[in-house]
Protein backbone atom coordinates (compact mmCIF):
# COMPACT_ATOMS: atom_id res chain seq x y z
CA UNK A 1 0.00 0.00 0.00
CA UNK A 2 1.69 3.73 -1.16
CA UNK A 3 0.40 6.79 0.89
CA UNK A 4 1.50 9.86 1.79
CA UNK A 5 1.76 11.45 5.42
CA UNK A 6 2.63 15.03 6.10
CA UNK A 7 4.25 16.94 9.13
CA UNK A 8 3.49 20.44 8.87
CA UNK A 9 6.62 22.81 9.42
CA UNK A 10 9.19 20.68 10.38
CA UNK A 11 12.11 21.51 8.25
CA UNK A 12 15.56 18.95 7.79
CA UNK A 13 18.69 18.76 6.13
CA UNK A 14 18.83 16.48 3.17
CA UNK A 15 21.18 14.13 4.93
CA UNK A 16 19.00 13.68 7.86
CA UNK A 17 16.23 12.73 5.65
CA UNK A 18 18.22 10.37 3.61
CA UNK A 19 19.82 8.50 6.66
CA UNK A 20 15.73 8.69 8.53
CA UNK A 21 14.49 7.24 5.18
CA UNK A 22 17.01 4.58 5.13
CA UNK A 23 15.93 3.65 9.00
CA UNK A 24 12.35 3.56 8.54
CA UNK A 25 12.66 1.29 5.06
CA UNK A 26 14.10 -1.00 7.60
CA UNK A 27 11.10 -1.54 9.58
CA UNK A 28 9.39 -4.81 9.47
CA UNK A 29 6.67 -4.83 6.85
CA UNK A 30 7.59 -1.99 5.47
CA UNK A 31 8.80 -2.10 1.45
CA UNK A 32 10.18 1.31 1.20
CA UNK A 33 10.38 5.37 2.86
CA UNK A 34 10.66 8.51 1.05
CA UNK A 35 11.16 11.41 3.76
CA UNK A 36 11.51 15.05 1.70
CA UNK A 37 10.63 18.26 2.60
CA UNK A 38 8.01 19.21 0.27
CA UNK A 39 9.38 21.55 -2.23
CA UNK A 40 7.94 21.48 -5.92
CA UNK A 41 10.87 19.59 -6.85
CA UNK A 42 10.79 16.46 -4.30
CA UNK A 43 6.90 16.85 -4.54
CA UNK A 44 7.64 15.91 -8.63
CA UNK A 45 9.94 12.87 -7.39
CA UNK A 46 7.44 11.81 -5.25
CA UNK A 47 4.61 11.86 -7.81
CA UNK A 48 6.73 10.00 -9.91
CA UNK A 49 7.41 7.19 -7.48
CA UNK A 50 3.53 6.64 -6.64
CA UNK A 51 3.14 8.44 -4.03
CA UNK A 52 0.85 10.98 -5.49
CA UNK A 53 -1.97 12.42 -3.41
CA UNK A 54 -4.29 15.17 -2.20
CA UNK A 55 -1.97 15.63 0.87
CA UNK A 56 1.07 15.89 -1.43
CA UNK A 57 -0.82 18.35 -3.41
CA UNK A 58 -1.21 20.37 -0.31
CA UNK A 59 2.46 20.41 0.94
CA UNK A 60 3.90 23.37 1.94
CA UNK A 61 8.11 23.47 1.19
CA UNK A 62 8.91 23.83 4.98
CA UNK A 63 6.83 20.77 5.33
CA UNK A 64 8.33 17.23 6.12
CA UNK A 65 6.87 14.99 3.24
CA UNK A 66 7.00 10.79 3.96
CA UNK A 67 5.87 8.57 1.19
CA UNK A 68 5.07 5.09 2.78
CA UNK A 69 4.86 1.82 0.76
CA UNK A 70 3.99 -1.05 3.39
CA UNK A 71 2.36 -4.42 3.25
CA UNK A 72 -0.94 -5.33 3.99
CA UNK A 73 -1.54 -5.14 7.72
CA UNK A 74 1.05 -3.01 8.38
CA UNK A 75 -0.37 0.72 10.18
CA UNK A 76 1.29 3.60 8.15
CA UNK A 77 0.63 5.36 11.94
CA UNK A 78 3.21 2.84 13.12
CA UNK A 79 5.71 4.45 10.60
CA UNK A 80 5.04 7.75 10.93
CA UNK A 81 4.75 7.37 15.18
CA UNK A 82 8.92 5.61 14.64
CA UNK A 83 9.93 9.06 12.28
CA UNK A 84 8.66 11.21 15.08
CA UNK A 85 10.68 9.26 17.36
CA UNK A 86 13.51 9.19 15.25
CA UNK A 87 13.64 13.15 15.02
CA UNK A 88 12.90 13.57 18.42
CA UNK A 89 16.63 10.87 19.05
CA UNK A 90 17.96 13.04 16.57
CA UNK A 91 17.08 16.38 18.28
CA UNK A 92 18.22 14.71 21.45
CA UNK A 93 22.05 13.66 20.25
CA UNK A 94 22.33 17.16 18.69
CA UNK A 95 21.74 18.97 21.82
CA UNK A 96 24.29 16.67 23.90
CA UNK A 97 27.29 16.75 21.18
CA UNK A 98 28.27 20.39 22.41
CA UNK A 99 27.97 22.07 18.91
CA UNK A 100 27.24 24.92 19.16
CA UNK A 101 23.82 26.18 18.09
CA UNK A 102 21.41 29.08 17.16
CA UNK A 103 18.07 29.51 15.28
CA UNK A 104 18.41 32.67 13.61
CA UNK A 105 21.36 34.64 11.87
CA UNK A 106 21.73 37.39 14.36
CA UNK A 107 21.72 34.61 17.34
CA UNK A 108 24.47 33.21 15.52
CA UNK A 109 26.37 36.19 14.85
CA UNK A 110 26.03 37.19 18.93
CA UNK A 111 27.96 33.18 19.55
CA UNK A 112 30.39 33.94 17.02
CA UNK A 113 31.07 38.00 16.58
CA UNK A 114 33.95 37.02 14.70
CA UNK A 115 32.81 34.58 12.53
CA UNK A 116 34.51 35.39 8.99
CA UNK A 117 33.47 32.53 6.57
CA UNK A 118 29.45 30.76 6.12
CA UNK A 119 29.23 27.40 4.86
CA UNK A 120 25.93 26.93 2.79
CA UNK A 121 24.38 23.79 2.13
CA UNK A 122 20.28 24.41 2.20
CA UNK A 123 17.52 24.22 -0.85
CA UNK A 124 18.75 26.19 -3.71
CA UNK A 125 15.93 27.61 -3.87
CA UNK A 126 16.61 30.06 -0.80
CA UNK A 127 20.76 30.28 -1.60
CA UNK A 128 20.10 34.19 -3.39
CA UNK A 129 18.07 35.80 0.00
CA UNK A 130 20.19 33.84 2.37
CA UNK A 131 23.28 35.01 0.96
CA UNK A 132 22.85 37.92 0.17
CA UNK A 133 22.25 38.87 4.05
CA UNK A 134 25.10 36.71 4.82
CA UNK A 135 27.03 39.73 2.72
CA UNK A 136 25.71 42.43 3.96
CA UNK A 137 27.19 41.51 6.81
CA UNK A 138 30.67 41.05 5.59
CA UNK A 139 31.03 37.35 5.75
CA UNK A 140 32.83 35.19 2.83
CA UNK A 141 31.16 32.74 1.58
CA UNK A 142 31.49 28.91 0.46
CA UNK A 143 27.46 28.13 -0.95
CA UNK A 144 27.72 24.16 -1.03
CA UNK A 145 24.11 24.32 -2.36
CA UNK A 146 23.47 23.58 -6.27
CA UNK A 147 20.40 24.46 -8.11
CA UNK A 148 21.01 28.13 -7.65
CA UNK A 149 20.26 30.34 -10.97
CA UNK A 150 22.63 31.74 -12.82
CA UNK A 151 21.41 34.93 -12.77
CA UNK A 152 21.37 34.69 -8.75
CA UNK A 153 25.26 33.60 -8.85
CA UNK A 154 26.31 36.68 -10.87
CA UNK A 155 24.28 38.71 -8.87
CA UNK A 156 25.72 37.25 -5.58
CA UNK A 157 29.30 37.50 -6.87
CA UNK A 158 29.56 40.96 -8.20
CA UNK A 159 28.23 41.70 -4.30
CA UNK A 160 30.61 40.40 -3.11
CA UNK A 161 33.39 41.23 -5.48
CA UNK A 162 32.27 45.06 -4.64
CA UNK A 163 32.89 43.92 -0.64
CA UNK A 164 35.88 42.61 -0.79
CA UNK A 165 34.57 39.27 -0.22
CA UNK A 166 34.36 35.36 -1.56
CA UNK A 167 31.96 33.54 -2.83
CA UNK A 168 32.82 30.52 -3.36
CA UNK A 169 29.77 28.50 -5.57
CA UNK A 170 27.62 27.78 -6.06
CA UNK A 171 27.82 23.78 -6.42
CA UNK A 172 31.34 24.11 -4.62
CA UNK A 173 31.87 20.63 -2.87
CA UNK A 174 36.04 21.33 -1.71
CA UNK A 175 38.16 24.32 -0.44
CA UNK A 176 41.01 24.08 2.58
CA UNK A 177 41.26 27.27 4.17
CA UNK A 178 44.77 28.37 6.20
CA UNK A 179 43.93 24.19 6.54
CA UNK A 180 40.90 24.02 6.95
CA UNK A 181 39.10 21.32 5.00
CA UNK A 182 35.57 22.10 3.91
CA UNK A 183 32.79 20.16 2.62
CA UNK A 184 33.99 17.51 0.68
CA UNK A 185 37.90 17.38 1.56
CA UNK A 186 41.07 15.42 2.55
CA UNK A 187 43.18 16.24 4.95
CA UNK A 188 46.82 17.13 3.23
CA UNK A 189 50.51 18.26 4.37
CA UNK A 190 50.40 22.61 4.83
CA UNK A 191 52.64 23.92 2.12
CA UNK A 192 53.43 26.50 -0.38
CA UNK A 193 50.96 25.30 -3.59
CA UNK A 194 47.81 27.48 -3.54
CA UNK A 195 44.74 25.96 -5.50
CA UNK A 196 41.79 27.77 -7.48
CA UNK A 197 39.52 25.13 -8.90
CA UNK A 198 36.11 25.05 -10.40
CA UNK A 199 36.13 21.24 -9.58
CA UNK A 200 35.71 19.97 -6.59
CA UNK A 201 36.79 16.30 -7.01
CA UNK A 202 39.67 17.72 -8.71
CA UNK A 203 40.61 19.93 -6.27
CA UNK A 204 40.64 16.68 -3.83
CA UNK A 205 42.56 14.78 -6.58
CA UNK A 206 45.65 17.51 -7.24
CA UNK A 207 45.50 18.05 -2.97
CA UNK A 208 46.07 14.25 -2.15
CA UNK A 209 48.25 14.12 -5.50
CA UNK A 210 50.68 16.91 -3.87
CA UNK A 211 50.48 15.53 -0.80
CA UNK A 212 51.70 11.75 -1.64
CA UNK A 213 54.54 13.82 -3.55
CA UNK A 214 55.55 15.37 -0.24
CA UNK A 215 54.43 19.11 -1.42
CA UNK A 216 51.84 20.90 0.87
CA UNK A 217 48.83 22.97 0.22
CA UNK A 218 48.69 26.87 1.36
CA UNK A 219 44.86 27.25 0.17
CA UNK A 220 42.64 25.40 -1.76
CA UNK A 221 39.75 28.28 -3.06
CA UNK A 222 36.99 26.30 -4.68
CA UNK A 223 34.74 28.55 -7.39
CA UNK A 224 31.97 26.19 -8.37
CA UNK A 225 31.75 24.85 -11.47
CA UNK A 226 30.43 28.31 -13.71
CA UNK A 227 32.65 30.60 -12.66
CA UNK A 228 34.60 30.69 -15.91
CA UNK A 229 32.33 30.36 -18.15
CA UNK A 230 30.60 33.33 -20.31
CA UNK A 231 28.05 34.06 -17.99
CA UNK A 232 29.72 34.95 -14.71
CA UNK A 233 32.77 36.07 -16.11
CA UNK A 234 35.34 34.52 -14.04
CA UNK A 235 34.70 36.94 -11.11
CA UNK A 236 35.99 34.86 -8.40
CA UNK A 237 38.90 32.96 -10.40
CA UNK A 238 39.99 36.74 -10.59
CA UNK A 239 39.68 37.47 -6.99
CA UNK A 240 41.40 33.89 -5.94
CA UNK A 241 44.60 34.21 -8.40
CA UNK A 242 45.14 38.17 -6.90
CA UNK A 243 44.57 36.30 -3.14
CA UNK A 244 47.12 33.44 -3.88
CA UNK A 245 49.45 36.14 -5.62
CA UNK A 246 49.73 38.18 -2.19
CA UNK A 247 49.50 35.49 -0.16
CA UNK A 248 52.98 34.80 1.76
CA UNK A 249 52.17 31.16 1.92
CA UNK A 250 52.00 30.70 -1.22
CA UNK A 251 54.65 30.27 -3.81
CA UNK A 252 52.92 28.43 -6.81
CA UNK A 253 49.37 28.44 -8.02
CA UNK A 254 47.42 25.51 -9.88
CA UNK A 255 44.29 26.26 -11.83
CA UNK A 256 41.23 23.44 -12.27
CA UNK A 257 38.82 23.77 -14.52
CA UNK A 258 36.98 22.57 -17.66
CA UNK A 259 38.08 24.48 -20.56
CA UNK A 260 36.82 27.72 -20.21
CA UNK A 261 34.60 30.68 -22.10
CA UNK A 262 36.93 31.34 -24.93
CA UNK A 263 36.85 35.50 -23.90
CA UNK A 264 36.97 34.55 -20.09
CA UNK A 265 40.01 32.41 -20.86
CA UNK A 266 42.10 34.79 -22.51
CA UNK A 267 41.30 37.21 -19.53
CA UNK A 268 42.64 34.82 -16.91
CA UNK A 269 45.61 33.48 -19.03
CA UNK A 270 46.35 36.92 -19.18
CA UNK A 271 46.30 38.01 -15.52
CA UNK A 272 47.98 34.76 -14.83
CA UNK A 273 51.19 35.78 -16.91
CA UNK A 274 51.72 38.90 -15.27
CA UNK A 275 51.67 37.53 -11.68
CA UNK A 276 55.52 36.78 -9.50
CA UNK A 277 54.54 33.41 -8.93
CA UNK A 278 54.12 30.44 -11.84
CA UNK A 279 51.00 28.73 -12.30
CA UNK A 280 49.99 25.87 -13.08
CA UNK A 281 46.85 24.97 -15.45
CA UNK A 282 44.74 22.15 -16.11
CA UNK A 283 41.92 22.75 -18.20
CA UNK A 284 40.30 19.12 -18.27
CA UNK A 285 39.14 17.24 -21.30
CA UNK A 286 41.81 19.61 -23.42
CA UNK A 287 45.21 18.83 -24.85
CA UNK A 288 47.76 21.39 -23.97
CA UNK A 289 49.16 22.52 -27.59
CA UNK A 290 52.34 23.74 -25.48
CA UNK A 291 54.19 22.92 -22.34
CA UNK A 292 55.04 25.99 -21.12
CA UNK A 293 53.87 29.64 -22.05
CA UNK A 294 55.50 32.36 -20.37
CA UNK A 295 54.46 32.22 -16.32
CA UNK A 296 52.49 29.32 -17.55
CA UNK A 297 52.64 25.46 -17.27
CA UNK A 298 50.37 23.86 -18.50
CA UNK A 299 48.88 20.14 -17.97
CA UNK A 300 47.01 17.52 -19.42
CA UNK A 301 45.76 15.31 -16.41
CA UNK A 302 45.63 16.28 -12.77
CA UNK A 303 48.17 13.82 -11.79
CA UNK A 304 50.48 15.94 -14.26
CA UNK A 305 49.05 19.21 -12.74
CA UNK A 306 50.41 18.17 -9.06
CA UNK A 307 53.85 16.85 -10.23
CA UNK A 308 54.09 20.28 -12.30
CA UNK A 309 53.12 22.15 -8.93
CA UNK A 310 55.53 20.08 -6.99
CA UNK A 311 58.50 20.46 -8.92
CA UNK A 312 57.90 24.41 -9.71
CA UNK A 313 56.90 24.59 -5.48
CA UNK A 314 60.15 23.97 -3.83
CA UNK A 315 60.78 25.54 -0.48
CA UNK A 316 59.76 28.56 -2.55
CA UNK A 317 61.29 31.60 -4.39
CA UNK A 318 64.72 32.28 -3.80
CA UNK A 319 66.08 35.99 -4.24
CA UNK A 320 69.53 35.43 -5.92
CA UNK A 321 72.25 38.17 -5.91
CA UNK A 322 73.25 39.99 -9.20
CA UNK A 323 76.16 37.53 -9.38
CA UNK A 324 73.95 34.20 -9.31
CA UNK A 325 73.55 32.94 -12.55
CA UNK A 326 74.62 29.48 -13.21
CA UNK A 327 73.26 25.55 -12.30
CA UNK A 328 75.67 23.88 -10.62
CA UNK A 329 75.42 19.81 -10.93
CA UNK A 330 77.79 17.29 -9.03
CA UNK A 331 76.21 13.57 -10.12
CA UNK A 332 77.38 10.37 -9.39
CA UNK A 333 74.97 8.57 -12.09
CA UNK A 334 75.99 9.49 -15.74
CA UNK A 335 72.83 8.69 -17.45
CA UNK A 336 71.05 10.90 -15.15
CA UNK A 337 73.79 13.59 -15.58
CA UNK A 338 72.87 13.29 -19.19
CA UNK A 339 69.49 13.38 -18.80
CA UNK A 340 70.07 16.96 -16.57
CA UNK A 341 72.26 18.28 -19.05
CA UNK A 342 69.50 17.27 -22.07
CA UNK A 343 66.99 19.11 -20.05
CA UNK A 344 68.91 22.30 -19.75
CA UNK A 345 69.69 22.70 -23.13
CA UNK A 346 66.05 22.21 -24.22
CA UNK A 347 64.73 24.70 -21.72
CA UNK A 348 67.63 27.22 -22.10
CA UNK A 349 68.72 26.92 -25.90
CA UNK A 350 72.53 26.67 -24.45
CA UNK A 351 75.25 24.86 -26.64
CA UNK A 352 78.08 23.04 -24.92
CA UNK A 353 81.65 25.14 -24.59
CA UNK A 354 83.49 21.33 -24.77
CA UNK A 355 81.64 18.95 -27.08
CA UNK A 356 84.11 16.52 -26.02
CA UNK A 357 82.75 16.20 -22.61
CA UNK A 358 86.43 15.80 -21.29
CA UNK A 359 86.92 15.64 -17.45
CA UNK A 360 83.48 13.77 -16.87
CA UNK A 361 81.34 17.81 -18.05
CA UNK A 362 78.70 16.12 -19.55
CA UNK A 363 77.08 19.98 -19.59
CA UNK A 364 79.49 23.05 -19.85
CA UNK A 365 78.56 26.43 -21.19
CA UNK A 366 78.90 29.95 -19.75
CA UNK A 367 78.76 29.01 -16.21
CA UNK A 368 76.22 26.37 -16.34
CA UNK A 369 78.16 22.77 -15.48
CA UNK A 370 76.42 19.03 -14.94
CA UNK A 371 79.06 16.88 -14.15
CA UNK A 372 79.78 13.25 -13.89
CA UNK A 373 82.11 12.21 -11.18
CA UNK A 374 81.52 8.51 -12.45
CA UNK A 375 83.64 9.48 -15.70
CA UNK A 376 87.06 7.70 -15.86
CA UNK A 377 88.93 10.93 -15.06
CA UNK A 378 87.79 10.71 -11.57
CA UNK A 379 87.58 6.80 -11.01
CA UNK A 380 91.25 6.14 -11.38
CA UNK A 381 92.53 4.48 -8.19
CA UNK A 382 89.86 5.25 -6.45
CA UNK A 383 86.38 3.88 -5.68
CA UNK A 384 83.23 5.11 -8.17
CA UNK A 385 81.35 7.91 -6.12
CA UNK A 386 78.39 5.69 -5.90
CA UNK A 387 80.18 3.68 -3.34
CA UNK A 388 82.68 6.44 -1.91
CA UNK A 389 80.86 9.85 -1.81
CA UNK A 390 83.96 11.26 -0.27
CA UNK A 391 84.67 13.26 -3.72
CA UNK A 392 81.69 14.66 -4.25
CA UNK A 393 82.30 16.15 -0.66
CA UNK A 394 85.33 17.34 -1.70
CA UNK A 395 84.30 19.47 -4.59
CA UNK A 396 80.85 20.95 -3.03
CA UNK A 397 82.83 23.70 -0.69
CA UNK A 398 84.35 24.61 -4.28
CA UNK A 399 80.74 25.00 -5.93
CA UNK A 400 79.52 26.75 -2.69
CA UNK A 401 81.97 29.31 -3.07
CA UNK A 402 81.64 30.17 -6.57
CA UNK A 403 79.67 33.37 -6.67
CA UNK A 404 77.93 32.34 -9.72
CA UNK A 405 76.34 29.76 -8.26
CA UNK A 406 72.71 30.12 -8.17
CA UNK A 407 71.66 25.93 -7.82
CA UNK A 408 73.36 23.14 -6.89
CA UNK A 409 72.05 19.69 -8.53
CA UNK A 410 72.49 16.24 -6.68
CA UNK A 411 71.48 12.64 -7.21
CA UNK A 412 71.73 10.26 -4.08
CA UNK A 413 71.85 6.68 -5.55
CA UNK A 414 71.09 3.40 -3.24
CA UNK A 415 70.53 0.22 -3.32
CA UNK A 416 73.28 -2.43 -3.51
CA UNK A 417 76.68 -1.89 -4.06
CA UNK A 418 76.16 2.08 -3.02
CA UNK A 419 77.28 3.26 -0.04
CA UNK A 420 75.66 3.11 3.02
CA UNK A 421 74.65 6.55 3.78
CA UNK A 422 74.81 8.82 0.76
CA UNK A 423 73.01 11.68 2.06
CA UNK A 424 74.34 11.48 5.55
CA UNK A 425 78.10 11.81 4.08
CA UNK A 426 76.94 15.12 2.15
CA UNK A 427 75.22 16.84 5.07
CA UNK A 428 78.28 18.52 6.74
CA UNK A 429 79.55 19.87 3.39
CA UNK A 430 75.92 21.06 2.61
CA UNK A 431 75.47 22.65 5.67
CA UNK A 432 78.57 24.41 5.99
CA UNK A 433 78.62 25.73 1.84
CA UNK A 434 74.92 27.11 2.58
CA UNK A 435 76.33 28.87 5.66
CA UNK A 436 79.19 30.35 3.81
CA UNK A 437 77.22 31.88 0.82
CA UNK A 438 74.76 33.32 3.53
CA UNK A 439 77.41 34.89 5.50
CA UNK A 440 78.57 36.10 1.90
CA UNK A 441 75.19 37.62 1.36
CA UNK A 442 74.30 35.15 -1.17
CA UNK A 443 71.33 32.58 -1.10
CA UNK A 444 72.09 29.13 -2.54
CA UNK A 445 69.79 26.73 -3.22
CA UNK A 446 70.56 22.47 -3.25
CA UNK A 447 67.71 20.55 -5.41
CA UNK A 448 68.26 16.70 -5.11
CA UNK A 449 66.59 13.48 -5.99
CA UNK A 450 67.12 10.20 -4.43
CA UNK A 451 66.99 6.83 -7.21
CA UNK A 452 66.23 3.85 -5.02
CA UNK A 453 63.09 2.31 -3.06
CA UNK A 454 62.13 1.64 0.67
CA UNK A 455 63.14 -1.47 0.99
CA UNK A 456 66.73 -0.50 -0.10
CA UNK A 457 68.81 -0.75 3.01
CA UNK A 458 70.11 2.66 3.18
CA UNK A 459 65.91 3.63 4.16
CA UNK A 460 64.84 5.73 0.67
CA UNK A 461 62.49 7.77 3.40
CA UNK A 462 66.00 8.03 6.03
CA UNK A 463 67.48 9.95 3.08
CA UNK A 464 64.89 11.77 2.21
CA UNK A 465 64.47 13.14 5.70
CA UNK A 466 68.29 13.96 6.34
CA UNK A 467 68.66 15.75 2.94
CA UNK A 468 65.23 18.07 3.93
CA UNK A 469 66.71 18.47 7.65
CA UNK A 470 69.84 19.94 5.99
CA UNK A 471 67.54 22.56 4.26
CA UNK A 472 67.99 20.04 0.59
CA UNK A 473 64.91 20.61 -2.04
CA UNK A 474 63.85 17.17 -2.78
CA UNK A 475 62.25 15.88 -5.40
CA UNK A 476 60.63 12.78 -6.54
CA UNK A 477 63.06 11.71 -9.42
CA UNK A 478 65.70 13.72 -11.90
CA UNK A 479 63.58 15.70 -14.26
CA UNK A 480 61.79 16.91 -11.94
CA UNK A 481 64.85 18.04 -9.63
CA UNK A 482 66.56 19.53 -12.97
CA UNK A 483 62.85 21.65 -14.00
CA UNK A 484 62.43 22.84 -10.59
CA UNK A 485 66.40 24.03 -10.94
CA UNK A 486 65.17 25.98 -14.20
CA UNK A 487 62.52 27.11 -12.96
CA UNK A 488 64.06 29.06 -9.51
CA UNK A 489 66.00 30.69 -12.23
CA UNK A 490 63.61 31.92 -14.26
CA UNK A 491 61.19 33.26 -11.33
CA UNK A 492 64.17 34.84 -9.87
CA UNK A 493 65.44 36.68 -12.79
CA UNK A 494 61.74 37.60 -14.27
CA UNK A 495 60.45 40.23 -13.06
CA UNK A 496 56.69 41.18 -12.41
CA UNK A 497 55.09 43.44 -15.27
CA UNK A 498 52.02 43.64 -13.41
CA UNK A 499 53.20 46.13 -11.11
CA UNK A 500 52.03 46.34 -7.42
CA UNK A 501 49.66 44.11 -7.04
CA UNK A 502 46.47 45.42 -5.29
CA UNK A 503 46.10 44.82 -1.86
CA UNK A 504 43.46 41.78 -0.83
CA UNK A 505 40.39 43.17 0.49
CA UNK A 506 40.77 43.21 4.50
CA UNK A 507 38.13 40.30 5.40
CA UNK A 508 39.57 37.77 2.49
CA UNK A 509 43.24 38.34 4.41
CA UNK A 510 42.12 37.92 7.55
CA UNK A 511 40.25 34.68 6.61
CA UNK A 512 43.84 32.79 4.80
CA UNK A 513 46.33 34.51 7.62
CA UNK A 514 44.25 33.56 10.98
CA UNK A 515 41.53 30.81 9.29
CA UNK A 516 38.06 30.18 9.39
CA UNK A 517 36.16 31.00 11.85
CA UNK A 518 32.53 28.88 10.19
CA UNK A 519 29.01 29.74 10.39
CA UNK A 520 27.79 26.36 9.15
CA UNK A 521 23.89 26.87 7.76
CA UNK A 522 22.66 23.51 6.27
CA UNK A 523 23.94 20.24 6.90
CA UNK A 524 25.23 19.59 10.68
CA UNK A 525 27.41 17.07 9.64
CA UNK A 526 29.56 19.68 7.90
CA UNK A 527 29.85 21.57 11.42
CA UNK A 528 30.00 18.47 13.45
CA UNK A 529 33.65 17.79 11.24
CA UNK A 530 35.27 21.19 11.87
CA UNK A 531 33.77 21.05 15.70
CA UNK A 532 35.65 17.81 16.25
CA UNK A 533 39.06 19.25 14.05
CA UNK A 534 38.94 21.90 16.84
CA UNK A 535 37.64 24.32 14.47
CA UNK A 536 35.67 27.49 15.90
CA UNK A 537 32.29 26.78 14.63
CA UNK A 538 28.51 27.75 14.76
CA UNK A 539 25.42 25.32 13.56
CA UNK A 540 22.69 27.78 12.30
CA UNK A 541 20.18 25.82 12.45
CA UNK A 542 18.70 27.03 9.54
CA UNK A 543 14.57 26.52 8.65
CA UNK A 544 12.68 28.56 5.54
CA UNK A 545 11.39 31.65 6.73
CA UNK A 546 7.15 31.19 7.01
CA UNK A 547 7.21 27.66 5.98
CA UNK A 548 8.81 28.36 2.73
CA UNK A 549 5.79 30.58 1.59
CA UNK A 550 7.13 32.88 -1.02
CA UNK A 551 4.28 35.23 -0.82
CA UNK A 552 4.76 35.29 3.07
CA UNK A 553 8.53 35.50 2.77
CA UNK A 554 8.40 38.60 0.31
CA UNK A 555 5.85 40.52 2.85
CA UNK A 556 8.43 39.98 6.08
CA UNK A 557 11.21 40.78 3.97
CA UNK A 558 9.19 44.24 3.18
CA UNK A 559 8.09 44.71 6.47
CA UNK A 560 11.43 44.08 7.85
CA UNK A 561 13.14 46.96 5.46
CA UNK A 562 10.45 49.26 6.18
Known sequence: MLTTAIKPNTYQDSVSLMLLSQQLTALPGVNKVSVMMGTPANKDILRATGFDSPELASAQPGDLVLGVDVEDGTDVAYVVTQAEEALKNQASRSASSGLRTARSLSRALKIAPDANLALVSIPGQYVADEVA???????NVMIFSDNVSIEDELRLKRTAHERGLLVMGPDCGTASIHGVPLAFANVVSSGNIGIVGASGTGVQEVMAQIDQLGGGVSNAIGLGGRDLGADIGG??????????????ATSTIVIISKPPAPA?????????QHLTKPVVAVFLGEK??????????????LADAAARAVEL?????????????????LYTGGTLANEAAMLIRDQLGVTDSDPAHAKGYVLRSDGHEIIDLGDDAYTQGRPHPMIDPTARAERLPAVFDDEGTAVVLLDIVIGFGAADDPAGALVPAITEGLERAAQAGRQVVVVASVCGTSRDFQGYDDQVAKLRDAHVTVLPNNAAAVRHALNLLATSSRPSTAGEPE??????????QDGPTVLNIGLRSFAETLATAGVATVQYDWAPVAGGDSRLTGLLRALDNA
Not at 133 to 139: A, F, H, N
Not at 288 to 293: G, K, L, N, R, S
Not at 313 to 329: E, L, N, V, Y
Not at 503 to 509: N, V
Open 133 to 139: GLLERDL
Open 235 to 248: IMCLQALATLENDP
Open 264 to 272: VRDRVESYA
Open 288 to 301: PPVATDGNIVYAYT
Open 313 to 329: AGRGRPTFSPTQHWIKG
Open 503 to 512: PTPARIAQLL
